[in-house]
Structures are given as structure tokens and as C-alpha cells.
């Protein structure tokens, strides 16, 4: 890299699966409800909306995890890959930013959908004070099922830190 090129901006979205059933088989085999269908759907749509598209996706191996991926897909017309991962269902903060810190760098655009409260943790540690105000009061407020927030990540992914990414916008399901 030249000393005048620009650093190379990464989008990296934190995403809570949306609203489940409240019981199943095992906590793992839970269903996604309609209405977290239809939460993750206009997520979906939101961030087109918005101009991203992500390039993969890093999904937790729940039911509800892999619905609530699918139902965004649905809603934005993305074409990513996701991999499914048993790891990042138990995972707590430092894991979950672990896993993220494999992503390749080619990637641009990632997209994580997980459980709460590693989420919303997550989320909160990676915010670095200097984006969005609206957006960080609102996420401050809470990380309801179906929750999104939207980062601005400099440099590779390996290099993500704690403080070390800006809020673009969040984005949370009508009431």
C-alpha cells in the first residue's frame, strides 16, 4: 500500500436473530416466530435501503439464527455466503470478536447474526464514540430481537479492536 492510497473501509454489521418461538425440542432447535420472519425481512430490506449488501455472513447454527439470515437475505436481495457456525452460539464478546478476526480480508461487507446478550455486548465495545449519535442512544436504549447495528471498521479484520469501530446507524423492529 502507497502512503497515499486510502485505508480500506469495512462494513461489518451485528445483528441479534429476530423474534423466536418461545419453546422447541432444545433451545437450539427453536423456531423463528412470523413476526421475526417479517422483523428480519425489512431489516433486510433497510439495508439495501441503505446501500449494503454484505459479502458473507458468520451465523450462528440455531434455528432461529439460520431463519432469521435467510429472511434478510430475503428482504435485501443479498447474494452472500454465509457459514454457519456451532461456536458462535455459546460465544461470549471475545470469542464472537475472535471469530470476526478470521473473516478474510477480501471480504468488504460481513454480516454477523447471533444471540443475546453477546449481541448487544459486542455491539457496545466495538462502537468507538464518534459516529452516529442517534444511532448510539438507540442502541444504548436496547437490542430487541431483530436488532442490527451498522459499522464503519478501518483495516483488516484481524486488526479489530475494542473502541475501534465507527456506528453508521442501528436499526431495531417497529413495536
Do not use: C
Request: aromatic residues 6%.
Amino acid at each position: 500500500m502507497s502512503e497515499h492510497s486510502e485505508p480500506v473501509r469495512r462494513q461489518l454489521v451485528v445483528l441479534r436473530h429476530a423474534r423466536a418461538e418461545p419453546g422447541g425440542e432444545s433451545d437450539l432447535e427453536r423456531e423463528l416466530a412470523q413476526r421475526g420472519w417479517d422483523d428480519a425481512v425489512e431489516a433486510g430490506r433497510w439495508l439495501a435501503d441503505k446501500g449494503l449488501a454484505p459479502q458473507a455472513a458468520l451465523v450462528s447454527a440455531a434455528r432461529r439464527t439460520t431463519a432469521t439470515w435467510l429472511a434478510l437475505v430475503e428482504g435485501g436481495s443479498f447474494q452472500a455466503e454465509a457459514t454457519y457456525s456451532e461456536s458462535l452460539y455459546n460465544a461470549g464478546p471475545e470469542t464472537l470478536l475472535d471469530l470476526v478476526r478470521e473473516t478474510d480480508n477480501g471480504v468488504r461487507s460481513l454480516i454477523v447474526v447471533g444471540h443475546n446478550p453477546t449481541m448487544a455486548y459486542l455491539a457496545q465495545l466495538l462502537d468507538d464514540g464518534t459516529g452516529d449519535e442517534e444511532a448510539a442512544r438507540q442502541m444504548a436504549v436496547g437490542y430487541p430481537p431483530g436488532a442490527l447495528a451498522w459499522f464503519d471498521v478501518e483495516g483488516g479484520w484481524a486488526e479489530l479492536d475494542l473502541a475501534s469501530a465507527r456506528l453508521v446507524g442501528f436499526h431495531a423492529p417497529s413495536t
